[in-house]
């Protein structure tokens, strides 16, 4: 193997790892290079929550506008990070109507009944339309990530829907996700299994390699695959149980049920989807993200006893489970930026700076669409963050938002789903 392809991947029977860019290497050509990582590159993450939010708990005070505001209850984990993040209020899908499809309409702003003699339809996602541009250097155009329940979300087989609004399938589990990352898809499962039980990972198979490659390398670069190598590792052997799990048949309810621990699900299943996007991030393996987070599972995994239908409608124990939730979301994110601030791209500039992450939901509160949850971190579009805006317009369409991102990461399009023009106020 040549010093031009150490520089782009590692193979082996059983895993396929990419690798960053190596400066003892230089530029890599544009001819040679799979995926070149460069100083503009920009990155798109969208996070939605399957059933809004908690009432009166969520949003600032709309009184507090700017800088000086009071951090809300439900973003309290969020505090240290303050000067990081910018919440809106005010921004609505004018034609979503119905409460229970969540994320469906969430990133198009598609008229659901919009063609005449159609019962359902869809246009294409904002990260759909990113993932046209910014998909063309990378190994994946996108990746879709999905909870393992998609309760309170809708229609649809991830976030993501096609220029014909069909539906873009995402990956279930965060097993899915690391082997389509980093393993030979022509592994066999039992094979991995066997590995695993024997605390072997299939990254073992691509080590004697990546020694060899390490020999010729400034420290600055042997830093950085030893750091790469181990996240990849600690993120491989944290799924290890998950995996054992996959071929053992579920049992019914009338039968004792596995422990939870027993399986990655809820808040560890959300933290390890932020660890893998923040692997792929460090070798250009996409820069489109979209992440169909999981409710049941969350609330299950801090302790609810009660469905997450119940939870929204703050049936019982509800309002207090829906404050749990909404705080459990604020301390992974939390974790998220903090890790996109900590790992840095090829040029040893933080990840958080080339990267735009927005979280949040199509419905607001119980079955309320206007005042859609809204919250952006990440430096990549541009946005003055560190302030909570309101709009002048209780009706601003949510795709203005999409629109200002879409043209804050240098995707010049005119126009997306329902918009009526750019949120200027974001970048000054």
Same mark, same amino acid.
């Given at each position: 193997?040549?010093?031009?392809?150490?520089?782009?991947?590692?193979?082996?029977?059983?895993?396929?790892?990419?690798?960053?860019?190596?400066?003892?290497?230089?530029?890599?050509?544009?001819?040679?290079?799979?995926?070149?990582?460069?100083?503009?590159?920009?990155?798109?993450?969208?996070?939605?929550?399957?059933?809004?939010?908690?009432?009166?708990?969520?949003?600032?005070?709309?009184?507090?506008?700017?800088?000086?505001?009071?951090?809300?209850?439900?973003?309290?984990?969020?505090?240290?990070?303050?000067?990081?993040?910018?919440?809106?209020?005010?921004?609505?899908?004018?034609?979503?109507?119905?409460?229970?499809?969540?994320?469906?309409?969430?990133?198009?702003?598609?008229?659901?009944?919009?063609?005449?003699?159609?019962?359902?339809?869809?246009?294409?996602?904002?990260?759909?339309?990113?993932?046209?541009?910014?998909?063309?250097?990378?190994?994946?155009?996108?990746?879709?990530?999905?909870?393992?329940?998609?309760?309170?979300?809708?229609?649809?087989?991830?976030?993501?829907?096609?220029?014909?609004?069909?539906?873009?399938?995402?990956?279930?589990?965060?097993?899915?996700?690391?082997?389509?990352?980093?393993?030979?898809?022509?592994?066999?499962?039992?094979?991995?299994?066997?590995?695993?039980?024997?605390?072997?990972?299939?990254?073992?198979?691509?080590?004697?390699?990546?020694?060899?490659?390490?020999?010729?390398?400034?420290?600055?670069?042997?830093?950085?695959?030893?750091?790469?190598?181990?996240?990849?590792?600690?993120?491989?052997?944290?799924?290890?149980?998950?995996?054992?799990?996959?071929?053992?048949?579920?049992?019914?309810?009338?039968?004792?049920?596995?422990?939870?621990?027993?399986?990655?699900?809820?808040?560890?299943?959300?933290?390890?989807?932020?660890?893998?996007?923040?692997?792929?991030?460090?070798?250009?393996?996409?820069?489109?993200?979209?992440?169909?987070?999981?409710?049941?599972? @969350?609330?299950? +995994? %801090?302790?609810? &006893? !009660?469905?997450?239908?119940?939870?929204? #409608?703050?049936?019982? /124990? *509800? $309002?207090?489970?829906?404050?749990?939730?909404?705080?459990?979301?604020?301390?992974?994110?939390?974790?998220?930026?903090?890790?996109?601030?900590?790992?840095?791209?090829?040029?040893?500039?933080?990840?958080?700076?080339?990267?735009?992450?927005?979280?949040?939901?199509?419905?607001?509160?119980?079955?309320?669409?206007?005042?859609?949850?809204?919250?952006?971190?990440?430096?990549?579009?541009?946005?003055?963050?560190?302030?909570?805006?309101?709009?002048?317009?209780?009706?601003?369409?949510?795709?203005? @938002?999409?629109? +200002? %991102?879409?043209? &804050? !990461?240098?995707?010049?399009?005119?126009? #997306?789903?329902?918009? /009526? *023009? $750019?949120?200027?106020?974001?970048?000054?």
């Amino acid at each position: 193997m040549d010093k031009s392809n150490r520089r782009t991947f590692l193979k082996s029977s059983s895993a396929v790892i990419a690798l960053p860019v190596l400066e003892t290497f230089g530029p890599l050509p544009e001819s040679r290079a799979s995926s070149p990582i460069r100083p503009s590159a920009k990155r798109l993450v969208f996070l939605s929550m399957g059933w809004g939010v908690t009432k009166g708990s969520w949003f600032p005070d709309k009184s507090q506008v700017g800088t000086d505001y009071v951090m809300p209850e439900s973003l309290k984990p969020l505090t240290g990070f303050k000067k990081d993040i910018t919440i809106i209020q005010n921004l609505q899908h004018q034609f979503s109507t119905d409460a229970h499809s969540g994320s469906t309409f969430w990133l198009t702003g598609a008229n659901r009944y919009g063609v005449p003699g159609q019962s359902f339809h869809n246009s294409i996602s904002v990260d759909q339309v990113a993932a046209e541009q910014l998909g063309k250097e990378t190994r994946f155009t996108s990746l879709q990530m999905n909870g393992k329940k998609a309760a309170g979300h809708g229609p649809g087989s991830s976030l993501a829907w096609n220029r014909q609004g069909k539906p873009v399938p995402g990956f279930d589990t965060p097993v899915e996700v690391f082997h389509r990352l980093f393993s030979d898809d022509k592994t066999p499962l039992a094979l991995r299994q066997a590995m695993l039980r024997k605390q072997h990972s299939v990254l073992d198979s691509v080590l004697e390699n990546a020694k060899d490659i390490q020999k010729g390398l400034a420290r600055n670069d042997i830093d950085k695959l030893d750091e790469y190598f181990q996240s990849i590792r600690e993120i491989e052997m944290r799924l290890a149980k998950e995996e054992e799990w996959l071929t053992v048949p579920k049992r019914q309810p009338s039968q004792e049920l596995p422990r939870p621990d027993k399986s990655l699900q809820g808040y560890d299943e959300i933290k390890m989807n932020y660890d893998l996007m923040i692997a792929a991030m460090q070798v250009d393996a996409t820069r489109v993200f979209s992440y169909r987070m999981p409710t049941d599972t @969350l609330i299950q +995994s %801090l302790g609810a &006893g !009660i469905s997450s239908h119940n939870m929204s #409608h703050y049936n019982g /124990t *509800g $309002r207090h489970v829906s404050l749990q939730r909404d705080q459990a979301h604020a301390e992974l994110l939390a974790y998220f930026i903090e890790r996109l601030k900590l790992f840095k791209d090829s040029n040893g500039i933080p990840l958080y700076d080339s990267t735009t992450v927005v979280f949040g939901s199509n419905i607001s509160v119980v079955h309320n669409l206007n005042n859609c949850p809204t919250l952006i971190t990440g430096g990549g579009a541009g946005i003055n963050h560190g302030r909570h805006l309101v709009m002048s317009d209780t009706k601003t369409p949510l795709c203005n @938002l999409w629109l +200002s %991102l879409l043209n &804050g !990461i240098g995707v010049n399009v005119d126009a #997306h789903g329902d918009s /009526t *023009g $750019r949120i200027d106020e974001l970048f000054v």
